[in-house]
């Protein structure tokens, strides 16, 4: 089965940076694109960014251009979500999950291309 599992969220203040991860297990990370999503309380899931099977493509929301940077590390199975600049507008909970639309090593950032949802981390942006 497949499984992924998001850590490292937390509490930051404004302007604050926090690293999340996401680890699979069950399955190998290398043959699908992986997405992060968000969701904040009162607000549809959102696509905040996505990295293809291989590295070779990645997605960003327009809000979060430019301060968050997606990343992957296929021998560790695992890949990261680094989040810069951090603000209020940022706090949510934090999914990622695997693309299981085909071809499923292509990324995109439309949460029904994708499935395999983790848990979710929480994102705290306060001061």
């Known amino acids: 089965q497949l499984q992924l599992v998001e850590s490292g969220g937390g509490l930051v203040q404004p302007g604050g940076s926090l690293r999340l991860s996401c680890a699979a297990s069950?399955?190998?990370?290398?043959?699908?694109?992986i997405g992060w999503f968000r969701q904040a309380p009162g607000k549809e899931r959102e696509g905040v960014s996505c990295?293809?099977?291989?590295?070779?493509?990645?997605l960003y929301t327009e809000s979060v251009q430019g301060r968050f940077t997606i990343s992957r590390d296929n021998a560790k199975n695992t890949v990261y979500l680094q989040m810069n600049s951090l603000n209020s507008e940022d706090t949510a909970i934090y999914y990622c999950?695997?693309?299981?639309?085909?071809?499923?090593?292509?990324?995109?950032?439309?949460?029904?291309?994708?499935?395999?949802w983790g848990q979710g981390t929480q994102v705290t942006v306060s001061s």
């Open positions: 069950g399955f190998t990370l290398d043959r699908y694109a």
């Open positions: 990295i293809s099977s291989q590295s070779d493509m990645t």
């Open positions: 999950a695997a693309r299981t639309r085909s071809p499923a090593y292509y990324c995109s950032v439309a949460v029904p291309d994708f499935g395999s």
